[in-house]
């Protein structure tokens, strides 16, 4: 789920100066995002700061440095899945290396796991 975080929460003293100077520097909104266990997020990269809090559970992020952008193999700046890639982390091996054959040679060997 997604929803953006209401102005009038950004200006209560209750919310971190950080997120609000967060909120007010980004040329998107700031956002809220819920999910439930077990989901995943497609591999895509922001346009502004973020900033990651997990309230309960644990939650895996995958970095990758802009230099392996080129293996990540993203869709154009114009297409409708701008700043996604392509590739598809969980996806068979065999059948991601068929069809992102870069993704093994200038990305994977770059990626920074966080859990």
């Known amino acids: 789920m997604q929803a953006d975080v209401p102005a009038e929460l950004l200006r209560q003293e ?5 997120w609000r100077a967060i909120g007010e520097m980004q040329a998107q909104p700031l956002r809220l995002w819920v999910s ?5 997020t497609p591999l895509h990269f922001d346009s502004a700061g973020s900033f990651l809090a997990q309230l309960r559970g644990t939650k895996r992020v995958t970095f990758f440095p802009p230099a392996a952008l080129r293996g990540l193999y993203p869709y154009p700046i114009d297409h409708p899945l701008a700043r996604r890639s392509r590739v598809r982390l969980h996806a068979d091996a065999a059948e991601r290396r068929r069809l992102f054959p870069l993704f093994d040679e200038l990305a994977a060997p770059h990626a920074r796991q966080v859990e």
């Open 14 to 18: 209750s919310v971190p100066k950080l």
């Open 36 to 40: 439930a266990g077990g989901s995943v």
